[in-house]
């Protein structure tokens, strides 16, 4: 029965998730104030649509099913564009010089790891669970 439910909740996560499934609607602020209340951590993809790294990782790293499921259990997870207002304040608070930037926050809203560049699915799944 365990298996039947895991292997359900594997389909359905998969089929709901996507790089705009992973980055949920949530606004920023929304993303803080529920990581503090489920003690959750976080972490915030500063993209841009000019960027080629960020659009592969999109396509790839963030459609990956074991990145989403992994995410989906233990993470919450917002992407900024790097003009958007909020990331434009994360991108000087944390001297963000490159894109992709990927912060990894706990749910107190301190900083606890970074990623700079283009990564694979294999590697930042290592990533999020280095930072959980």
Not at 13 to 35: E, I, R
Request: overall charge neutral.
């Amino acid at each position: 029965m365990k298996n039947l439910i895991l292997v359900f909740s594997f389909i359905v996560l998969g089929s709901h998730l996507s790089a705009q499934g992973l980055f949920n609607d949530m606004s920023y602020d929304q993303v803080l104030k529920t990581a503090k209340a489920e003690k959750k951590p976080y972490y915030v993809d500063i993209t841009a649509t000019w960027c080629l790294p960020c659009k592969m990782m999109d396509e790839t790293v963030f459609q990956d099913k074991l990145v989403l499921q992994y995410t989906a259990e233990n993470y919450l997870a917002v992407q900024l564009d790097v003009e958007d207002f909020n990331a434009m304040i994360l991108k000087s608070e944390y001297q963000v010089k490159s894109l992709p930037t990927i912060l990894f926050f706990n749910h107190k809203g301190e900083l606890v790891g970074r990623s700079e560049g283009l990564l694979t699915g294999t590697n930042f799944l290592k990533i999020l669970k280095q930072y959980i």
